[in-house]
């Protein structure tokens, strides 16, 4: 290799090469949703369903719900993903999205 950039470990084997992709932090998104809101349509600029973006619900433990699965995150439209409580509970769900770039 004349250029470039790449990554061994300490037993030689390649761990990263330039020609790998890696994961970008693009933003975080955060809010609150009610039964009588879900689902909801949380606008990101640029993300769309291409296999290029991640999704990761990250509330913490602790309020008025058991766990982060309690509130479903998906890809809706383009620049656009939609937050869908999973049960009939009444109360306040928080939301918490990381959104990365892959």
């Given at each position: 290799m004349s250029y470039g950039l790449q990554v061994w470990s300490a037993s030689g084997d390649l761990r990263?090469?330039?020609?790998?992709?890696?994961?970008?932090y693009h933003s975080t998104i955060s809010g609150t949703i009610t039964q009588s809101t879900?689902?909801?349509s949380v606008y990101i600029a640029g993300i769309t369903n291409d296999g290029t973006w991640g999704l990761s619900n990250d509330i913490p433990l602790y309020g008025n719900y058991n766990t982060s699965?309690?509130?479903?995150v998906e890809f809706g439209a383009t620049n656009y993903v939609t937050v869908t409580i999973q049960h009939s509970y009444t109360g306040n769900f928080d939301y918490r999205?990381?959104?990365f770039r892959i």
């Open positions: 990263l090469k330039i020609s790998d992709r890696m994961v970008r879900s689902p909801v699965d309690d509130v479903k999205i990381q959104v």
